[in-house]
């Protein structure tokens, strides 16, 4: 009786297989381990010490690894795989709640000009900018990772050259931009509005770009309209990397804006490196409370954004798609940057390229130690361009 109730599920399991119902474990596929470490603080020391063999980040954190002689620069994030595909991508944006833009427009446009004049002073001025980032992530002092030391100074004028500064959201960048909605649709990330939208839908659903209109529109004319006061603080949220630099640069640069152009982000303690306050002046009235909020990645300010924590951020492309994906109501106002990303290895690892990385990771593989990867969260603009790199290049992605 026994033996034919095994021989009878036997035949109704290759009946299902057969038909496609069940997906038979892969053998002998070659896979790359991915871990997530809650931001890029607890990269370098993991590679240092041998718990990682690489791991990809965000600016300035892709240069620590050269300059302190723990490892190496492997590829940056435009030259990815497939070739050509992420040459020039964007990356970083800024974004506001659908009702911050609605209900409080002239707040809104005001901090958005702050922003552009402050992309502005960044690539008129990119080794002071590049001085103002390190005091903002370590007082202009030293990174240190245990055991690891290296000028913060030092990495972030290494770091700035390969950051592209831009704000101006054309059609070739918002284009751009849906090359993420592609990617995260392949990788099944998105499944909620975004899922089966035309482009010309996707488009109307991430993007509302007049705060950035009527920002150059004062800017060009020389007069920055003066927002109502508000009433209650409003929270900015962003992360600790040289990609939000024009938050770092428009607050501890106050002053140049001020005088210059009539709108500053005037920290409440002057002396602090990383101000958490700052006061909106605008024609020489303060019109808001600014709370400056850090996080460790880009679905965590997205998350900050559901539930109104923050009404606006300086964060990664596709963390906000995935958010707007979900319901989330944040618009992608403008471009903060494009590419400033890269992949780091250790420094004996043998691989000098993608193409022998992934022969690498094909060898540690079939010998069952997996090349181990560190992203710094689920979602990230790192995580999705590390993934569809390792499909397309036919390696699969183990989590942990």
Same mark, same amino acid.
């Given at each position: 009786?026994?033996?034919?109730?095994?021989?009878?599920?036997?035949?109704?399991?290759?009946?299902?297989?057969?038909?496609?119902?069940?997906?038979?474990?892969?053998?002998?596929?070659?896979?790359?381990?991915?871990?997530?470490?809650?931001?890029?603080?607890?990269?370098?020391?993991?590679?240092?010490?041998?718990?990682?063999?690489?791991?990809?980040?965000?600016?300035?954190?892709?240069?620590?690894?050269?300059?302190?002689?723990?490892?190496?620069?492997?590829?940056?994030?435009?030259?990815?795989?497939?070739?050509?595909?992420?040459?020039?991508?964007?990356?970083?944006?800024?974004?506001?709640?659908?009702?911050?833009?609605?209900?409080?427009?002239?707040?809104?446009?005001?901090?958005?000009?702050?922003?552009?004049?402050?992309?502005?002073?960044?690539?008129?001025?990119?080794?002071?900018?590049?001085?103002?980032?390190?005091?903002?992530?370590?007082?202009?002092?030293?990174?240190?990772?245990?055991?690891?030391?290296?000028?913060?100074?030092?990495?972030?004028?290494?770091?700035?050259?390969?950051?592209?500064?831009?704000?101006?959201?054309?059609?070739?960048?918002?284009?751009?931009?849906?090359?993420?909605?592609?990617?995260?649709?392949?990788?099944?990330?998105?499944?909620?509005?975004?899922?089966?939208?035309?482009?010309?839908?996707?488009?109307?659903?991430?993007?509302?770009?007049?705060?950035?209109?009527?920002?150059?529109?004062?800017?060009?004319?020389?007069?920055?309209?003066?927002?109502?006061?508000?009433?209650?603080?409003?929270?900015?949220?962003?992360?600790?990397?040289?990609?939000?630099?024009?938050?770092?640069?428009?607050?501890?640069?106050?002053?140049?804006?001020?005088?210059?152009?009539?709108?500053?982000?005037?920290?409440?303690?002057?002396?602090?490196?990383?101000?958490?306050?700052?006061?909106?002046?605008?024609?020489?009235?303060?019109?808001?409370?600014?709370?400056?909020?850090?996080?460790?990645?880009?679905?965590?300010?997205?998350?900050?954004?559901? /539930?109104?924590?923050?009404?606006?951020?300086?964060? %990664?492309? &596709?963390?906000? !798609? $995935? @958010?707007?994906? *979900? #319901?989330?109501?944040?618009?992608?106002?403008?471009?903060?940057?494009?590419?400033?990303?890269?992949?780091?290895?250790?420094?004996?690892?043998?691989?000098?390229?993608?193409?022998?990385?992934? /022969?690498?990771?094909?060898?540690?593989?079939?010998? %069952?130690? &997996?090349?181990? !990867? $560190? @992203?710094?969260? *689920? #979602?990230?603009?790192?995580?999705?361009?590390?993934?569809?790199?390792?499909?397309?290049?036919?390696?699969?992605?183990?989590?942990?």
């Amino acid at each position: 009786m026994i033996k034919r109730l095994i021989i009878a599920l036997a035949v109704m399991l290759t009946a299902l297989l057969i038909a496609g119902c069940i997906t038979p474990s892969p053998s002998g596929e070659n896979s790359v381990s991915v871990i997530y470490t809650k931001g890029t603080g607890p990269m370098p020391t993991l590679l240092a010490t041998d718990q990682i063999d690489g791991y990809i980040a965000w600016q300035p954190f892709v240069e620590v690894a050269p300059l302190a002689g723990i490892g190496k620069v492997l590829v940056y994030s435009g030259d990815l795989p497939p070739a050509g595909r992420w040459k020039n991508h964007p990356c970083c944006v800024f974004t506001a709640r659908q009702d911050a833009i609605d209900n409080t427009p002239e707040l809104t446009n005001a901090l958005t000009a702050a922003f552009v004049l402050s992309t502005q002073y960044i690539s008129e001025h990119p080794n002071e900018s590049a001085e103002i980032v390190a005091d903002w992530l370590a007082g202009k002092g030293n990174f240190t990772y245990g055991n690891i030391t290296v000028s913060s100074v030092d990495v972030l004028q290494r770091a700035f050259p390969t950051v592209k500064f831009v704000n101006e959201p054309t059609d070739e960048w918002k284009n751009d931009t849906l090359e993420f909605v592609y990617a995260q649709r392949e990788l099944g990330v998105l499944t909620g509005a975004l899922v089966n939208t035309t482009d010309a839908e996707s488009l109307r659903l991430l993007f509302d770009t007049r705060p950035y209109e009527s920002a150059q529109v004062m800017i060009q004319s020389g007069q920055i309209t003066t927002p109502l006061t508000q009433s209650k603080p409003i929270s900015v949220g962003y992360l600790l990397s040289d990609h939000d630099a024009a938050l770092f640069v428009a607050v501890k640069n106050w002053k140049y804006f001020q005088d210059n152009y009539g709108i500053a982000l005037k920290p409440r303690d002057l002396t602090a490196s990383r101000p958490d306050i700052a006061d909106l002046i605008v024609n020489g009235v303060t019109v808001a409370e600014v709370r400056l909020v850090p996080a460790d990645a880009g679905p965590q300010l997205m998350q900050l954004a559901s /539930t109104d924590t923050i009404q606006y951020a300086l964060v %990664g492309n &596709p963390p906000t !798609i $995935a @958010a707007i994906d *979900k #319901g989330t109501p944040v618009k992608i106002i403008m471009a903060l940057n494009n590419e400033g990303s890269g992949i780091v290895i250790a420094e004996d690892a043998p691989a000098n390229d993608w193409d022998s990385f992934v /022969t690498w990771a094909e060898t540690r593989s079939a010998g %069952g130690q &997996p090349v181990k !990867i $560190a @992203a710094p969260g *689920k #979602g990230s603009i790192q995580d999705v361009l590390l993934r569809y790199a390792l499909e397309e290049s036919g390696l699969s992605i183990k989590e942990g």
